[in-house]
Every structure is written in C-alpha cells, then in structure tokens.
C-alpha cells in the first residue's frame, strides 16, 4: 500500500497534510516494540524467580504494564511515540493532527484485542489496506491517525558564492524557489544543481556551472548575504 497524505485545516484556517503511514512500517515499528517488550519481561523473569511467589506477583503486575499500558504511556507522555515508532519515524496524532492525548490512546489500543482477530492482526490489515490512509479499526474509533514523523535536521545553509540580481523581477513562489535550491544544493549532485539552474535560464542568463553560481548568487542577493 502506498502512503497518501491526509489534508486537514486548523480553525486558524491552515491546510496541513499530514503524511500517512501504511501497514509496513506499522508492522515494523510493531516487531521492534514486541522485542522491547520480550527483552524487558525475559529479563525480569529471571531476576524475579529467585523472589518466590512475592516475584511472581510482581511479575503478573509487570506483564500487565507492557502489555496495556506500555503502548499508552509511550504515546501519550512521548509526542505519540514508542520506541519502535521513533525507530521508524512514525508518530501518533490525532485526526486533525493535533498531539494524541490519554483517553485516544487507551481506546485505539485496547481495540488492539478486535484488530488482531482471526489471527495474526488480520482485521487489522484488512481495515488498514482498505482505509486510504491506513487506519486500523483501533484507529478508526480513536479518531486517530499514524503519520510519518522524520526526525528534524539542521538545514543547511546556502553556501556564500556573490551576489548577483536576477534579470528581472522574480515573484514570491519563485523567489522560494531559488533559495530553497541554495538551501540544498550541497546534498546535490553537479549535474543535478546543473539540470535545475538550467531550469531558471531566464533569471540567471546562463547555463551549467555558470547557471548554478548565478543562482546562488540570486539566493545571496535574496537574502540579502
């Protein structure tokens, strides 16, 4: 299934697209937190059986906490993360995108219990291929919603190259343009900040090497570097 975006609109009147998930990197996120959870009560399986019965009272209180309460805890208190979500740069919120909060998370994973009917999280599945944006039924009820969370990066910088004036008046969507290619031009290759200068001929008066230097030095004067 392929990820689609969800557009919302805030009361402020903003248009947000919210980059939903589908079921793949649902389901790894899903087997890296099942692997915390088998880690941690392994681990303490063995600590607490040399406490008798007191350590297996203990231990039912534990299994109960990673099983329930470890996927709520985790998204309500962490930005609608758990581990495995942040592994894989997923992220929980609500439908209208704002931060998920205790009451839908308790209620998207205690429908967990329907979603994993027949077997193996197979309604689940269903409803998440058949929902355009990937929703299980837990989800479905809670009103929420998996979306793509990359982790944020420090943007970089346009490298300093002049200052040259663009050939003529430049509007706001193209002026945005130009430094957004600055903004990343180091993460390109030469002969794809060629192939996008080549783009802007008319700003620039120029092609190739020459194109991509008068385009920074457009972004410089833009910003006034």
């Known amino acids: 299934m392929l990820d689609t975006f969800r557009e919302v609109h805030t009361p402020e009147g ?20 099942l692997g915390i959870r088998f880690g941690v009560l392994g681990a303490s399986s063995a600590l607490l059986g040399v406490l008798g019965k007191a350590g297996i009272g203990v231990y039912l209180i534990l299994v109960f906490v990673m099983l329930w309460l470890y996927p709520v805890v985790f998204e309500a208190m962490f930005d609608g993360q758990t581990p495995g979500k ?3 740069e997923l992220r929980v919120v609500s439908a209208d995108g704002a931060p998920v909060g ?10 967990r219990t329907v979603d994993a009917l027949p077997l193996g999280y197979g309604f689940g599945l269903a409803a998440s291929l058949w929902d355009p ?15 793509h969370a990359p982790r944020l990066r420090v943007a ?58 008068r385009l920074l030095g457009i972004s410089n004067w833009l910003l006034g570097r």
């Open 133 to 147: 944006f990937g929703r299980r039924l837990g989800d479905m009820v809670a009103g929420t919603l998996v979306v």
């Open 102 to 111: 205790w009451l839908a998370s308790f209620v998207r994973n205690l429908l």
């Open 156 to 213: 970089s910088t346009p490298p300093v190259a002049g200052m040259h004036a663009p050939a003529h008046p430049l509007r706001p969507e193209e002026q945005l343009a130009v430094i957004a290619f600055a903004e990343r031009a180091a993460q390109l290759t030469p002969e794809r900040q060629e192939e996008l200068a080549d783009i802007a001929e008319p700003a620039t008066g120029a092609r190739g090497e020459l194109g991509v230097m």
């Open 14 to 33: 903003v248009a947000l697209r919210l980059p939903a998930a589908g079921p793949v990197p649902r389901a790894l996120a899903w087997l890296i937190d």
């Open 86 to 88: 942040r592994a894989m």
